[in-house]
């Protein structure tokens, strides 16, 4: 009963402006992790670049996941042809934006040096063509690999998967992934921008369209970047629940993340009206149902291949499931869903602004440990030094350092060139007084 | 001469407009009165603050009901798979272990003593079902299925009075007040 109305009028003209210097410190920090993050990433850049490899894989895939995320949100508020999040979408759309940014951070990813510790199919793919070309007389990189099945079988996998799993075909669809999450993230907020120029129902619509157009390249990405960085790095191994894991989590933990730049921007005094409990509690649901629908798809992927028991894909678990790594699995499944499910079920502890903000640390936290979860275990049988290398998790503290401090800098640095809201969208007034 | 006995159940009061019924909620509830409510033929958004209504008690039955879902699968699963008749299928342990199998029906019997609890749950708090209520010997009150707002304060109320209730209801700008009366 605390509601009273807002009315347009009790809105300021032009909407609120992030200046970055009511921020210093959040930027000066963000900047001082990311320096810190950059400079111990070189070092083990040059010292010790096969445990570098992977420590940047990981930074680098959490943080496409929080970006895809915050692209997934913008699509789904525009094709629902929603009305309650118009006072925050603008700050997904900026974390979409990022997907440039992160695209040059993704680029060691490319350097030949790298991939050589992480994918090993290209291993054998680079060995082949080598090969082809030494040979010459119409030899080709698929015949010759045809021919070293021969010597190893395992390699007959890949012979079979090359249409998709080839070099030029992987770069291609590196870039196509950026292309696609930075187009969407720029047309969809160009429309809002250009909306408070004119104040025309013509963007509204426009965005919608688009929004509903670019669902599909957006499952495409999402889907096909984690088999690419990250089931690639067992070409042997397949899981067809893998695209759809990878977006539970990542819808997940942007939304996590965009609740605590929310509650850091209100604590810092903008969106003092405009943002609402309400808005807590429909932001905690959808946490909510991502966390439902993460464990409904890490449980199935799970299930099928224990039950099944195909060595070839129950490897995959097995390095997870022995251990130091059982530990986490266990934590996984505790606080990856159950401990979030218990804490989101009631509406009280939603709209608590504190309660919320420590569930999506929480949350995001969580998130960082599944994809640690899936992406490190590879390391020490790959590099041949074991179960795990001690040390090395120093080289993904700092990796994701960088990442994320430098994301996070210009993220917010980029935050005061337009308002904090659509200011003038039809549905402005409908998300302010949003009550559910 | 007809000598029938009747309770009276309430005051009947009808409203012009959801904004009228809206504020005359408000009234109502700052009046102190607990047994009362509206009938409109649409929901009217923000009508339970308007009335002062507390959260329902159905999503603990409901919280509860899915525990016991749970709960009733493990143990039907765990009795017969593990206890009573240990069936090995695919060389899988017959113990604790074939937990991952059992997944499927705790989930599936978790939603279902969940939907259950909701709608029976909720039939036994809102009272259904009923052969009657005595708001229908009423002429009026089929209106609210239709075009009428109504508020109905019942004589069970304790700040309920034959008088008093009336002029409060004039006061806030009632329509068409009347006292519902019900055979015994």
Same mark, same amino acid.
């Given at each position: 009963m605390s509601h009273h109305h807002v009315s347009f009028k009790d809105l300021p003209e032009g909407g609120e402006k992030f200046e970055v210097a009511k921020a210093s410190k959040m930027v000066s920090t963000l900047a001082g992790i990311g320096g810190i993050g950059l400079l111990g990433s070189a070092y083990f850049f040059f010292s010790d670049i096969a445990s570098f490899s992977y420590s940047w894989l990981f930074a680098t895939f959490v943080a496409f996941t929080i970006v895809a995320g915050g692209c997934f949100w913008i699509l789904l508020h525009n094709a629902s042809n929603s009305g309650w999040g118009v006072t925050v979408r603008r700050l997904f759309e900026n974390l979409g934006m990022l997907a440039l940014p992160l695209c040059v951070l993704c680029?060691? =990813?490319?350097?030949p040096d790298v991939q050589t510790h992480l994918w090993e199919w290209m291993n054998h793919h680079r060995a082949a063509a080598a090969e082809a070309a030494h040979l010459g007389? %119409?030899?080709?990189t698929l015949s010759v690999l045809h021919h070293m099945t021969v010597a190893n079988p395992h390699l007959h996998v890949l012979s079979e998967k090359y249409g998709y799993l080839n070099i030029t075909f992987w770069y291609v669809r590196f870039f196509f992934y950026f292309a696609i999450l930075g187009f969407m993230a720029w047309k969809l907020r160009k429309e809002f921008l250009d909306q408070e120029k004119d104040g025309s129902m013509k963007h509204t619509v426009a965005a919608r369209q688009w929004s509903c157009v670019m669902l599909f390249p957006f499952a495409l990405t999402i889907t096909f970047a984690a088999v690419d960085w990250v089931m690639g790095l067992d070409y042997s191994w397949f899981s067809t629940m893998w695209g759809v894991y990878i977006f539970a989590g990542s819808a997940w933990s942007s939304m996590a993340l965009m609740l605590l730049i929310v509650s850091y921007l209100k604590s810092i005094g903008y969106l003092q009206q405009v943002v609402t409990d309400e808005h807590y509690h429909l932001m905690g649901k959808l946490l909510f149902t991502f966390t439902v629908f993460w464990a409904y798809i890490a449980f199935s992927q799970y299930f099928l291949i224990w039950y099944a028991n195909i060595p070839e894909e129950t490897r995959w678990y097995l390095i997870r499931n022995t251990g130091n790594w059982q530990v986490v699995s266990i934590l996984i499944v505790l606080g990856h869903f159950i401990a979030p499910f218990v804490l989101l079920l009631s509406q009280p502890r939603k709209k608590n602004v504190k309660m919320i903000c420590a569930v999506a640390i929480w949350v995001l936290l969580m998130h960082f440990v599944d994809l640690w979860w899936n992406i490190i275990p590879e390391r020490g049988p790959s590099l041949g030094k074991g179960v795990s290398i001690p040390g090395a998790w120093i080289g993904d503290v700092f990796a994701f350092c960088a990442v994320f401090g430098t994301l996070g800098f210009i993220y917010f640095r980029t935050l %005061?060139?337009?308002? =904090?809201?659509?200011?003038?969208?039809?549905?402005l007034m409908e998300s302010v007084n949003v009550r559910n | 001469m007809s000598t029938t006995l009747k309770r009276v159940h309430g005051y009947l009061a009808e409203f012009d407009s959801v904004k009228d019924l809206y504020h005359a909620a408000e009234h109502v509830r700052d009046a102190g009165y607990k047994r009362w409510d509206t009938h409109t033929p649409f929901p009217v958004h923000g009508m339970d603050g308007a009335m002062g209504l507390s959260r329902s008690k159905l999503p603990w039955l409901v919280f509860f009901g899915g525990i016991t879902g749970t709960t009733t699968a493990f143990l039907l699963e765990y009795i017969t798979q593990a206890v009573i008749y240990r069936t090995i299928v695919q *060389? &899988?342990? *017959?113990?604790?272990?074939? /937990?991952p199998a059992w997944f499927p029906v705790m989930f599936e019997l978790t939603i279902l003593f969940s939907a259950f609890t909701t709608l029976f749950g909720l039939l036994a708090i809102i009272g /259904?079902?009923?052969? #009657?209520?005595? /708001? !229908?010997?009423? &002429?009026? !009150?089929?209106k609210f299925s239709d075009d009428g707002l109504f508020v109905c304060i019942e004589a069970r109320d304790p700040k309920f009075s034959q008088e008093g209730t009336k002029t409060f209801l004039e006061g806030i700008g *009632? &329509? #068409?007040i009347e006292l519902v009366e019900d055979d015994i």
């Open positions: 680029l060691p =990813l490319l350097i007389n %119409g030899a080709t %005061g060139k337009n308002s =904090l809201y659509a200011w003038r969208d039809p549905r | *060389a &899988k342990p *017959a113990t604790i272990m074939s /937990l /259904l079902p009923r052969w #009657n209520h005595p /708001l !229908f010997t009423s &002429k009026r !009150f089929g *009632a &329509k #068409n």
